[in-house]
């Protein structure tokens, strides 16, 4: 069994928001996966709230570059170690730079995107800063003559291309405007996928027995959270943050608009960066000298 680390009972306190004892407790019977801890306490109803979906510790920003027709646009996230360095000229230079790249060729492998100019420019920029510059993810959106609306928020923290048919360019931007702020899933209900939609009928069928109603009551229970949960993640069935008595399809019927596909980038959402005791590593220096 895996060892449960004072780290991670940390962790785990506070993406639920509970003691640290139940924390621990947590962790032990679920062997160390602090996943598998958060989806035992969710199904007991034991967990306040999962309010970190993961450490979002990684610095950096995410990159638009976008058509000014609107037919096509690319966005890519680019890593450093430092909110500092991700404020530096010369690093901000090179993110520009691997979305051009990225726009021009189409080209969405970062492996692909470094090869050439950009691999050597970003050798160099790593030597002069002295911090590791990843770039992390890229995609572009555009085809079939629909068009493509971005927006970017918080200092380059978040960025969103949305592909969509009918409307205007104002329905572009708050559409791209509502998915930064919102953080739907998926298009449509239909769109969320078996597994996930299986997991949250899981978890949602453990809490209602706890309840220890008769099965029939628990089964339409299971069936309204499912509803709910599919209406919190589906772009359609949103309010719009500009008018949240209205739901996002409402406003796409009325302006004759459908949308095809959207991408929201975060920066560092999903990363997990070792967090160090820097008064713990001086002491083990001075130690060893």
Avoid: W
């Amino acid at each position: 069994m895996a060892e449960v680390t004072a780290a991670m009972v940390k962790e785990l306190r506070e993406r639920t928001g509970l003691g640290m004892m139940e924390c621990k407790k947590a962790l032990v019977a679920a062997e160390g996966s602090i996943e598998q801890a958060i989806e035992d306490l969710r199904k007991s109803g034991a967990a306040k709230a999962a309010k970190k979906a993961g450490r979002v510790a990684a610095e950096g920003v995410v990159i638009v570059r976008a058509a000014e027709d609107g037919s096509q646009a690319a966005m890519v996230e680019i890593n450093s170690e430092t909110d500092f360095v991700a404020r530096d000229d010369g690093f901000l230079a090179f993110a520009e730079q691997v979305a051009e790249k990225a726009f021009t060729s189409r080209e969405t492998a970062v492996e692909k995107l470094l090869e050439g100019d950009l691999g050597a420019a970003r050798e160099n920029l790593v030597q002069k800063i002295g911090e590791n510059i990843s770039p992390r993810r890229a995609v572009v959106l555009g085809s079939g003559g629909r068009r493509v609306a971005s927006y970017v928020h918080g200092n380059n923290r978040i960025g969103v291309l949305v592909e969509f048919e009918g409307g205007d360019d104002e329905l572009g931007r708050d559409l791209a405007m509502h998915i930064a702020a919102s953080n739907p899933l998926v298009v449509n209900p239909d769109d969320v996928a078996g597994d996930v939609l299986a997991k949250e009928r899981e978890i949602y069928t453990a809490q209602a027995q706890e309840s220890g109603k008769p099965d029939n009551i628990i089964e339409k229970m299971v069936e309204g959270r499912v509803r709910k949960f599919l209406e919190e993640v589906s772009l359609v069935k949103q309010g719009f943050v500009k008018d949240p008595d209205q739901k996002i399809e409402a406003l796409l019927k009325s302006k004759g608009a459908t949308v095809h596909a959207f991408v929201r980038f975060e920066v560092g959402e999903g990363i997990e960066k070792e967090e160090s005791d820097f008064a713990a590593e001086v002491m083990a220096q001075a130690r060893g000298a």
